[in-house]
C-alpha cells in the first residue's frame, strides 16, 4: 500500500518532467490567486489570449503551433522556483514572471540555463545593461524611467521649475517599491524639489498614518508606486481627504481599474504613468473576438478584455511573438531553441508598421535593443481616470525619460551586480 | 511479523535506551539513510531538488527547531520567519564579508547569531506565558523584518534591498548560486538536516531535554525540583533559534538564491513552520519531518495531479488544492487529534501485535 | 494652539477610530475563545468569506460559476439582478448561520474535550478550506462592496474645526460609522450575555464546560450559537473593511492587525477588544506620525506589538484578561 501510493506520487510528481516537441513554448508564470491574484488574472488573459489568437488566426509563428502552458505562482517566490525548475527543461522560450521578487530570484538561474527572461516595466532595473546581464529584458521601459517621466511630467506642468516644490512618494514597502528612490533622489537634487518618503507595509489596507502626514506636510504632488490593494486604498484615503487627483500620480502599475473602480468617483482625475494604450479602439480586438473570445477560447472568465493590464500582457504577447518572429529569421529555421530566441530579442526592432501590422497602431513608442541597451529608449506616457465615463485616457505625448541620469545609474548597478558575482562584460 | 521486541535482547543499558529498539525500525532507519545519502543524489534532477527536496529537507530543521521550543519547552513562538530572516542575512553579510572562508562555515556561524536574538527576544518569556507570549515573538517578527527592509546595511546598499547570494564552493563544487547542481545542493542539506535532527533526538533525551519537558508541562512545579526556568527557558529559545537560523542560512543561500526580507520571511513563514509542527505532532522529531513533508509536497503534489493530469485551469487548482489541505488537515484531526507522529505512533502498536491482535 | 498639538490631536482621533476598525476584527476573537477556549485563526477569513457572499449575492453572480463553466463547458456568470443591500446583508447573515452549524456538526462536534493547540490546528484547516470556498464560489477578482455607508471626510466636523481652531480636523465619515456600530454591537452583546437565558448559557460554558453541560446546558448549540456571532461579527468587519478597501483575498489578512489588540485587551474581555483596539490605534498611529518618519517609516505592525508587549510585561494576563491562578 505504502509502496503503491509512493509510487503513485512519483509518478504525479515527476509531471514536471520534459517532453520535447516540434512547438515554440510559451509558458506564462501566472498569479490568479494570492494576495495579487486580482492584478495578476488580467495580465495573464492579455497574455494567453493573444498567443492564442496567433495561433488561431495564423497557425502560430512562423508556421510552428504556438504550446502554452500556465504554472500558478501566487506571487510567492517559492512557488516561483517550483514553477521555473517544473518548465526549464522543457525549452521555454521566454519567461515572465510579473513579480520583481521571482525576477531577482531568476536572474541569475536564467542566465546559467540560457533562457530569456523579459521583465516588462518591472524587475531589476539595471537588468537594462546587457554587457551584464545577457538573459535579461526590461524593455520598452524600467522603474527607473518611470520615475524620470513623472518628473518630466511635473516639470512640464510647472514650467520647467520645481524648485522648493514638496514631492511624497507613497511606495510598497519592498523590493519593488524602493526601486525608484535613488532615482529620485538624484533628480531631486537636481530640481532642487524636496522628497518625502512614505512607505506602507504590505498589503497596505491600513494608510491612515501616511496620509496625515500628507495632509500635513501638503506635497505639490504626490507619487506612487503600489500594487495590489494598496493602490485602491491609497486613492481612497487621498479622495477622503481631498487631495487634488491631478496632483496624485500612480506608475503603470498603480493605474489598472482594478484600483480606481472600488473608489467610485472620488477617483476622478487620478493619473498615472502609462507604456502603451488601452482601450477597446484597436483592430486587433475584432480579431480578438472572431477567434477567441467568440470561438470560446478565452484565457480565464473573458471578462478582463481591453483593461489596462489586459492591454499590458498582450503588449508583453506581441512583443515577446516579433522577437520570436526576429529569432526564427536569425536563425533560419522555424523551430527556435532558448538560446536563438535571446538573439531574436537582442535584434529586436519594434516599429510603427510592425505595431499596426499586429492590429495595435500607436500602441506603444518603437524601440530598438542593441546588446548594450536591453531596456529600450524609456518613452512613457500620463493618463488620467475619468470616474463617470469609467476610462481611462492619455493626456499626454510620448515623454522619454533622462536617458543620461538613467544610464548612469544603471551602469553604477550593473557593475556593482558583475563584480559581485564575476561577471565579465560582453558586447565588445 | 517481523516488527516486534521479541528476540532482541539488550545486554546493555545503552542497548537499551537507544533510539530504534526493534530491530526492524533500526534496519528501515539505515535502509532510509542509504538511500538518502547513496542513491538519491544520483538519480535527483533539478526538479525534484529544487521543488521537492531541498525545501523539505530545510523546512524540516526549521521545524525541528521550532519543535524544540514548542513542542518540548511549551514557549509558543511566531518569530520563526524572523529568526530565518537573522539567518539568512547573517549568512548574506558573512558571505559578502569574508569569502574565503567557507559557506558552511558561515551557515553554522549564521545560526549561532540566530541563537543569540533568539535568547534575546526570548527574555519576556520569564513574564508572559500561553498564547500571550506569542505577542513577543510577534513583535520580534515584525521587528527584525522592518529592520532588515530598513537598514541598508544589511544588504549592502544594493538598490531594491534584495539580496543576492553570489557562488561559494565547497571542495571545488558550487554549492550557492545559480551553476550548483541539484546533488550537491540536495546533499548540503541533508547532512545539515541529519546532523542537526541527530542533535536534536539527543538533546531532547538528555537532561536539556527533561528540563524542557518539565518546565513545559508544569513551570512552577519544575522550578520547585530544581529546574532553573531562566537557564531553561534561555536555553531552549536558544537552540531552537540556532536550528532556525541554519534553516534561514540554508533557506536563502542553497534554496532560494536571492530573497527579500518581507517575501521570503514574513508572517506566513512563522504561521507555516508552526503549522508544520502541529499537523507532523508536537514534540517529535519523526513529527517535524511529517508536517515539513504535509505542507511541502503535498501542494506540489496536487497541483501537479489537478493541472498535470486533469488538465484544470491554474487558478481554479490553487483553490481546490487549499480545500482539499484545509480539508486533510480537518479531516486527520478528527481520525487522530495529535499529529501525523501520533498516527505513526499508533499504526507501529498495531504493526507490533499483528496479525494476531488480540 | 501650536501646530504640533492640533496634528496630535487630529491623529489621536483618526487612531482611535482605526483602532475601532481592528476592534472589530478582534471582537469575533474574543468570543470565540470566550464561549470555547478556541484560538479561531479563520476569523480573518471569515470576514472575507462574508464580504465576498454579500457582495455575490449584490450583484447576483451564480456561485461557483467558474467549476461550472469548466465542468459543464457553460458560459454563466450573472443571475442578472442586483439585490438591495439589507435584503443581500440579511441573506448573507443566515449563510453565516448555516455555515456556524455545519462547522459545528463537521468538525467541532469530533474534537470536544480535546486541547486548545488541537482546536486551534482545526481552524487552521478551516481557514484554508474557506479561502479556497470563498475563490471557488466567487472568484478571486477585486470587487466593490457598496452597502450606502458614507466616506470621505466629515464636513461638519471640518468645518466646526476650522471654526474654533483655525485647521480643520480630518476625520472620515467611514470610522464615524464604524464607531457607532462597534459600540451599538458591544452593547448588544454584553446584554445579550448579561440578560438573557442564551446569554447565561454562553457564559456557564465558558466558566466550565462539564458543569455547564451537568446542568443541561447543549454544549453544541451553545457552540452554533458563538460561532454564528462570531460569524455576523465578521460580516460586520468585512463590510466595514471591505467597504474601505475593496473585497479581495487581502481582506483575510486584517486577522492579523486584531493580534495585538487581543493580546492586549485580553482573550476573554470583549470590553477589552475595544478599549486594547483603541489603545492600540492611537499607540501606533502616532509613535508612526512623530518618531517613525525619523527612522524610515513603516513602523505601525512591529510597534502595535511592542506596545502590547510592554503591557504584557506589566500585566502579563493582558488588559482585562482573567487573573492567572497558578496551582501545583
Same mark, same amino acid.
Given at each position: 500500500m505504502?509502496?503503491?501510493?509512493?509510487?503513485?506520487?512519483?509518478?504525479?510528481?515527476?509531471?514536471?518532467?520534459?517532453?520535447?516537441?516540434?512547438d515554440?513554448?510559451?509558458?506564462?508564470?501566472?498569479?490568479r490567486?494570492?494576495?495579487f491574484?486580482?492584478?495578476?488574472?488580467?495580465?495573464?488573459?492579455?497574455y494567453?489570449?493573444?498567443l492564442?489568437?496567433?495561433?488561431?488566426?495564423d497557425?502560430?509563428?512562423?508556421g510552428?503551433k504556438?504550446?502554452q502552458?500556465?504554472c500558478e505562482?501566487?506571487?510567492n517566490?517559492?512557488?516561483g522556483?517550483?514553477?521555473?525548475?517544473?518548465?526549464?527543461?522543457?525549452?521555454?522560450l521566454i519567461?515572465?514572471?510579473l513579480?520583481?521578487?521571482?525576477?531577482y530570484q531568476?536572474i541569475?538561474?536564467?542566465?546559467?540555463?540560457?533562457?530569456?527572461?523579459?521583465?516588462?516595466g518591472?524587475?531589476?532595473?539595471?537588468?537594462?545593461?546587457?554587457?551584464?546581464?545577457?538573459n535579461?529584458?526590461?524593455?520598452?521601459a524600467n522603474?527607473w524611467?518611470?520615475?524620470?517621466?513623472?518628473?518630466?511630467?511635473?516639470?512640464s506642468?510647472?514650467?520647467d521649475?520645481?524648485?522648493g516644490?514638496?514631492?511624497s512618494?507613497?511606495?510598497?514597502?519592498?523590493?519593488?517599491?524602493k526601486e525608484?528612490?535613488r532615482?529620485?533622489?538624484?533628480?531631486?537634487?537636481q530640481?532642487k524639489f524636496?522628497?518625502?518618503?512614505l512607505p506602507?507595509?504590505?498589503?497596505?489596507?491600513?494608510?491612515?498614518?501616511?496620509?496625515?502626514?500628507?495632509?500635513?506636510?501638503k506635497?505639490?504632488?504626490?507619487?506612487?508606486?503600489g500594487?495590489?490593494v494598496?493602490?485602491?486604498?491609497?486613492?481612497q484615503?487621498?479622495?477622503?481627504?481631498r487631495?487634488?487627483?491631478?496632483?496624485f500620480?500612480?506608475i503603470?502599475?498603480?493605474?489598472?481599474?482594478n484600483?480606481?473602480l472600488?473608489?467610485g468617483?472620488?477617483?476622478?482625475?487620478?493619473?498615472s504613468?502609462?507604456m502603451?494604450?488601452?482601450g477597446m479602439?484597436y483592430?486587433?480586438?475584432?480579431?480578438?473576438?472572431?477567434y477567441?473570445?467568440?470561438?470560446g477560447?478565452a484565457?480565464g472568465?473573458?471578462d478582463?478584455?481591453?483593461?489596462?493590464l489586459?492591454?499590458r500582457?498582450m503588449?508583453?504577447?506581441?512583443?515577446?511573438?516579433?522577437?520570436?518572429?526576429?529569432?526564427?529569421e536569425l536563425a533560419?529555421?522555424?523551430?527556435?531553441?532558448p538560446?536563438?530566441?535571446?538573439?531574436?530579442?537582442?535584434?529586436?526592432?519594434?516599429?510603427e508598421?510592425?505595431?499596426a501590422?499586429n492590429g495595435?497602431?500607436?500602441?506603444?513608442?518603437?524601440?530598438?535593443?542593441?546588446?548594450?541597451?536591453?531596456?529600450g529608449?524609456?518613452?512613457?506616457?500620463?493618463?488620467q481616470?475619468?470616474?463617470?465615463?469609467?476610462?481611462?485616457s492619455?493626456?499626454?505625448?510620448?515623454?522619454?525619460s533622462d536617458?543620461?541620469l538613467i544610464?548612469?545609474l544603471?551602469?553604477e548597478?550593473?557593475a556593482?551586480?558583475?563584480?559581485?558575482?564575476?561577471?565579465?562584460?560582453r558586447?565588445? | 511479523?517481523?516488527?516486534?521486541?521479541?528476540?532482541d535482547?539488550?545486554?546493555?543499558y545503552?542497548?537499551?535506551?537507544?533510539?530504534?529498539?526493534?530491530?526492524?525500525?533500526?534496519?528501515?532507519?539505515?535502509?532510509v539513510?542509504?538511500?538518502?545519502?547513496?542513491?538519491?543524489?544520483f538519480?535527483?534532477n533539478?526538479?525534484?531538488?529544487?521543488?521537492?527536496?531541498?525545501?523539505?529537507?530545510?523546512?524540516?530543521i526549521a521545524?525541528?527547531?521550532?519543535?524544540i521550543?514548542v513542542?518540548?519547552?511549551g514557549?509558543?513562538s511566531l518569530?520563526?520567519?524572523?529568526f530565518m530572516?537573522?539567518?539568512?542575512?547573517a549568512?548574506?553579510?558573512?558571505?559578502t564579508?569574508f569569502p574565503?572562508v567557507?559557506?558552511?562555515?558561515?551557515?553554522l556561524?549564521a545560526?549561532g547569531i540566530?541563537?543569540?536574538v533568539g535568547?534575546?527576544f526570548g527574555?519576556?518569556s520569564?513574564?508572559?506565558?500561553?498564547?500571550?507570549?506569542?505577542?513577543?515573538?510577534?513583535?520580534a517578527q515584525?521587528?527584525?523584518v522592518w529592520?532588515?527592509n530598513k537598514?541598508?546595511?544589511?544588504y549592502?546598499?544594493?538598490?531594491?534591498?534584495?539580496?543576492?547570494a553570489?557562488e561559494?564552493?565547497?571542495?571545488?563544487?558550487?554549492?550557492t548560486?545559480?551553476?550548483a547542481?541539484a546533488?550537491?545542493?540536495?546533499?548540503?542539506?541533508?547532512?545539515?538536516?541529519?546532523?542537526l535532527?541527530?542533535l536534536?533526538?539527543?538533546?531532547?533525551?538528555g537532561?536539556?531535554?527533561?528540563?524542557w519537558?518539565?518546565?513545559?508541562?508544569m513551570?512552577?512545579?519544575?522550578?520547585?525540583?530544581?529546574?532553573n526556568?531562566?537557564?531553561?527557558?534561555l536555553s531552549?529559545?536558544?537552540?531552537? #533559534?540556532f +536550528?532556525?537560523?541554519? @534553516? &534561514? !542560512?540554508? %533557506?536563502f543561500s542553497v534554496?532560494?538564491g536571492?530573497?527579500e526580507?518581507?517575501?521570503?520571511?514574513?508572517?506566513?513563514k512563522?504561521?507555516?513552520?508552526l503549522f508544520?509542527?502541529?499537523?507532523g505532532g508536537?514534540? #517529535?522529531? +519523526?513529527?517535524?519531518f @511529517? &508536517? !515539513?513533508? %504535509?505542507?511541502?509536497l503535498?501542494p506540489?503534489?496536487?497541483?501537479?495531479?489537478?493541472?498535470g493530469?486533469?488538465g484544470?485551469?491554474?487558478?481554479?487548482a490553487?483553490h481546490?488544492q487549499?480545500?482539499?489541505?484545509?480539508a486533510?488537515?480537518?479531516?486527520?484531526?478528527i !481520525?487522530?487529534?495529535?499529529g501525523l507522529?501520533?498516527l505513526?505512533r499508533v499504526?507501529?502498536?498495531?504493526?507490533?501485535?499483528w496479525?494476531f491482535?488480540? | 494652539?501650536p501646530?504640533w498639538?492640533?496634528?496630535?490631536t487630529?491623529?489621536?482621533?483618526?487612531?482611535?477610530?482605526?483602532?475601532?476598525?481592528?476592534?472589530l476584527?478582534?471582537?469575533?476573537?474574543?468570543?470565540?475563545?470566550k464561549?470555547s477556549g478556541i484560538?479561531?485563526?479563520?476569523?480573518?477569513?471569515m470576514?472575507?468569506?462574508?464580504?465576498?457572499?454579500?457582495?455575490?449575492?449584490?450583484?447576483g453572480?451564480v456561485?461557483?460559476?467558474?467549476?461550472i463553466?469548466?465542468?459543464?463547458?457553460t458560459d454563466?456568470?450573472?443571475?442578472?439582478?442586483?439585490?438591495p443591500?439589507?435584503v443581500?446583508?440579511g441573506l448573507?447573515a443566515?449563510v453565516?448561520?448555516a455555515m456556524a452549524i455545519?462547522i459545528e456538526?463537521?468538525?467541532?462536534?469530533?474534537?470536544?474535550?480535546?486541547?486548545?493547540?488541537?482546536?486551534?490546528?482545526?481552524t487552521?484547516g478551516?481557514?484554508?478550506?474557506?479561502?479556497?470556498?470563498?475563490?471557488?464560489?466567487?472568484?478571486?477578482d477585486?470587487?466593490k462592496?457598496?452597502?450606502?455607508l458614507?466616506?470621505?471626510?466629515?464636513?461638519t466636523?471640518?468645518?466646526?474645526?476650522?471654526?474654533?481652531?483655525?485647521?480643520?480636523?480630518?476625520?472620515d465619515r467611514?470610522?464615524i460609522?464604524?464607531?457607532?456600530?462597534?459600540?451599538?454591537l458591544?452593547?448588544?452583546?454584553?446584554?445579550?450575555?448579561?440578560y438573557t437565558?442564551?446569554?447565561?448559557?454562553?457564559?456557564?460554558?465558558?466558566?466550565?464546560?462539564?458543569?455547564?453541560?451537568s446542568?443541561?446546558i447543549?454544549?453544541?448549540?451553545v457552540?452554533?450559537?458563538?460561532?454564528?456571532?462570531?460569524?455576523f461579527?465578521?460580516?460586520?468587519a468585512?463590510?466595514?473593511?471591505?467597504s474601505?478597501?475593496?473585497v479581495q483575498?487581502?481582506?483575510s489578512?486584517?486577522?492579523?492587525?486584531?493580534?495585538?489588540?487581543?493580546?492586549?485587551?485580553g482573550?476573554t474581555?470583549?470590553?477589552?477588544?475595544?478599549?486594547?483596539g483603541?489603545?492600540?490605534?492611537m499607540?501606533?498611529?502616532?509613535?508612526e506620525f512623530?518618531?517613525?518618519?525619523m527612522?524610515?517609516?513603516?513602523?505601525?505592525?512591529?510597534f502595535?506589538y511592542?506596545?502590547?508587549?510592554?503591557?504584557?510585561?506589566?500585566?502579563?494576563q493582558?488588559?482585562?484578561?482573567?487573573?492567572i491562578?497558578?496551582r501545583?
Open positions: 505504502t509502496l503503491r501510493l509512493a509510487a503513485a506520487m512519483v509518478a504525479a510528481l515527476a509531471v514536471g518532467a520534459p517532453a520535447m516537441a516540434q515554440l513554448h510559451f509558458p506564462s508564470l501566472s498569479y490567486t494570492g494576495p491574484g486580482a492584478s495578476g488574472t488580467p495580465f495573464a488573459d492579455g494567453q489570449d493573444y492564442t489568437l496567433l495561433n488561431e488566426r497557425g502560430g509563428i512562423g510552428v504556438i504550446r502552458t500556465e505562482t501566487a506571487y517566490t517559492e512557488k522556483v517550483e514553477c521555473y525548475e517544473s518548465i526549464k527543461g522543457d525549452n521555454p519567461l515572465q514572471p513579480s520583481t521578487g521571482i525576477t531568476l541569475p538561474k536564467v542566465t546559467a540555463d540560457g533562457i530569456p527572461l523579459h521583465t516588462m518591472y524587475g531589476r532595473t539595471s537588468g537594462k545593461d546587457g554587457t551584464v546581464f545577457a535579461v529584458f526590461n524593455y520598452p522603474y524611467d518611470g520615475a524620470s517621466i513623472a518628473i518630466k511630467y511635473i516639470l506642468e510647472n514650467g521649475n520645481i524648485e516644490k514638496k514631492i512618494l507613497v511606495y510598497h514597502n519592498s523590493a519593488y517599491g525608484p528612490i532615482t529620485l533622489e538624484e533628480l531631486a537634487k530640481h524636496e522628497l518625502i518618503l506602507v507595509d504590505s498589503p497596505g489596507q491600513e494608510q491612515k498614518s501616511q496620509w496625515l502626514q500628507i495632509r500635513r506636510d506635497p505639490d504632488y504626490v507619487l506612487m508606486w500594487w495590489g494598496m493602490n485602491a486604498t491609497a486613492i484615503e487621498a479622495a477622503n481627504i487631495y487634488p487627483m491631478d496632483h500620480i500612480g503603470w502599475w498603480s493605474g489598472s481599474e484600483d480606481v472600488p473608489v468617483d472620488g477617483a476622478n482625475g487620478y493619473k504613468l502609462a502603451h494604450g488601452t479602439e483592430p486587433v480586438y475584432a480579431d480578438l473576438k472572431k477567441v473570445t467568440d470561438a477560447k484565457a472568465a473573458g478582463q478584455v481591453g483593461s489596462v489586459y492591454s500582457g503588449y508583453a504577447a506581441m512583443l515577446a511573438a516579433e522577437a520570436a518572429k526576429k529569432a526564427q533560419g529555421t522555424a523551430n527556435i531553441t538560446a536563438q530566441m535571446r538573439d531574436g530579442m537582442e535584434a529586436l526592432e519594434i516599429t508598421e510592425i505595431m501590422a495595435l497602431p500607436n500602441f506603444g513608442h518603437p524601440f530598438k535593443v542593441t546588446c548594450q541597451n536591453h531596456g529608449e524609456g518613452y512613457g506616457l500620463v493618463q481616470w475619468d470616474a463617470t465615463a469609467k476610462k481611462w492619455l493626456i499626454t505625448d510620448w515623454i522619454q536617458q543620461a544610464d548612469r544603471v551602469a548597478d550593473s556593482a551586480f558583475a563584480a559581485e558575482n564575476n561577471i565579465a562584460k558586447c565588445n | 511479523m517481523f516488527y516486534r521486541e521479541a528476540g535482547f539488550s545486554t546493555t545503552r542497548d537499551d535506551s537507544q533510539t530504534f529498539p526493534i530491530r526492524f525500525d533500526r534496519y528501515r532507519y539505515y535502509a539513510l542509504a538511500v538518502a545519502f547513496g542513491v538519491i543524489p538519480i535527483i533539478d526538479y525534484w531538488a529544487s521543488a521537492v527536496l531541498v525545501p523539505f529537507l530545510i523546512y524540516a521545524a525541528i527547531g521550532l519543535n521550543l513542542g518540548y519547552c514557549q509558543v518569530g520563526t520567519g524572523g530572516a537573522v539567518g539568512a542575512y549568512c548574506y553579510k558573512l558571505m564579508a574565503d567557507s559557506i558552511l562555515i558561515h551557515v556561524l545560526g540566530t541563537a543569540a535568547v534575546l527574555l519576556p520569564l513574564r508572559i506565558k500561553g498564547f500571550y507570549l506569542a505577542v513577543a515573538t510577534l513583535a515584525f521587528f527584525l529592520l532588515f537598514v541598508p546595511w544589511f549592502n546598499y544594493s538598490a531594491s534591498g534584495q539580496i543576492s553570489p561559494r564552493t565547497v571542495l571545488g563544487y558550487a554549492v548560486g545559480a551553476n547542481s546533488s550537491v545542493k540536495y546533499l548540503v542539506c541533508l547532512i545539515f538536516c541529519f546532523a535532527a541527530w536534536a533526538r539527543n538533546l531532547t533525551r537532561a536539556a531535554g527533561r528540563k519537558m518539565a518546565i513545559r508541562d513551570d512552577i512545579a519544575a522550578e520547585i525540583i530544581g529546574v526556568p531562566l537557564r531553561a527557558k531552549a529559545f536558544a537552540v531552537s #533559534s +536550528f532556525v537560523g541554519v @534553516a &534561514g !542560512a540554508l %533557506f534554496y532560494l536571492a530573497a526580507v518581507g517575501e521570503s520571511f514574513g508572517i506566513d512563522s504561521f507555516l513552520v508544520m509542527i502541529i499537523i508536537l514534540g #517529535s522529531i +519523526f513529527g517535524s @511529517a &508536517g !515539513a513533508a %504535509f505542507l511541502v503535498l506540489v503534489l496536487l497541483k501537479n495531479v489537478l493541472v493530469q486533469f484544470w485551469p491554474t487558478d481554479l490553487a481546490l487549499l480545500m482539499i489541505v484545509g486533510l488537515i480537518i479531516v486527520f484531526l !481520525a487522530e487529534p495529535h507522529a501520533q505513526w499504526a507501529k502498536e498495531k504493526l507490533r501485535l496479525p491482535p488480540h | 494652539m501646530d498639538v492640533l496634528y496630535a487630529e491623529v489621536t482621533m483618526n487612531g482611535l477610530m482605526a483602532g475601532v476598525m481592528y476592534a476584527v478582534a471582537l469575533g476573537f474574543v468570543l470565540i475563545f464561549a484560538f479561531n485563526y479563520a476569523q480573518g477569513v470576514a472575507l468569506f462574508a464580504a465576498l457572499t454579500l457582495v455575490g449575492f449584490q450583484d453572480q456561485p461557483f460559476a467558474h467549476l463553466n469548466v465542468i459543464f463547458g454563466v456568470h450573472h443571475f442578472g439582478w442586483t439585490m443591500s439589507i443581500a446583508i448573507t443566515v453565516m448561520v455545519l456538526r463537521l468538525v467541532l462536534k469530533h474534537l470536544v474535550n480535546q486541547e486548545p493547540i488541537i482546536l486551534f490546528m482545526a487552521i478551516l481557514a484554508y478550506f474557506l479561502e479556497g470556498l470563498g475563490d471557488v464560489m466567487w472568484g478571486a477585486i470587487k462592496l457598496d452597502v450606502g458614507p466616506q470621505g471626510i466629515s464636513d466636523i471640518d468645518g466646526f474645526t476650522y471654526d474654533a481652531f483655525g485647521y480643520g480636523f480630518f476625520i467611514l470610522d460609522v464604524a464607531t457607532v456600530v462597534a459600540a451599538a458591544v452593547l448588544a452583546l454584553m446584554a445579550f450575555s448579561q437565558k442564551y446569554g447565561r448559557a454562553l457564559r456557564a460554558v465558558a466558566d466550565d464546560h462539564q458543569a455547564a453541560l446542568v443541561g447543549s454544549l453544541r448549540f457552540w452554533v450559537l458563538v460561532w454564528s456571532i462570531a460569524g461579527v465578521a460580516l460586520v468585512g463590510i466595514m473593511w471591505g474601505k478597501s475593496g483575498f487581502s481582506l489578512l486584517i486577522a492579523l492587525k486584531a493580534l495585538p489588540v487581543l493580546m492586549l485587551g482573550f474581555s470583549i470590553p477589552g477588544a475595544i478599549v486594547g483603541l489603545i492600540i490605534g499607540g501606533e498611529k502616532l509613535f512623530f518618531i517613525g518618519s527612522v524610515g517609516g513603516a513602523t505601525e505592525n512591529w502595535a511592542v506596545l502590547a508587549l510592554i503591557f504584557l510585561v506589566f500585566r502579563p493582558g488588559l482585562f484578561g482573567e487573573r491562578i497558578e501545583v
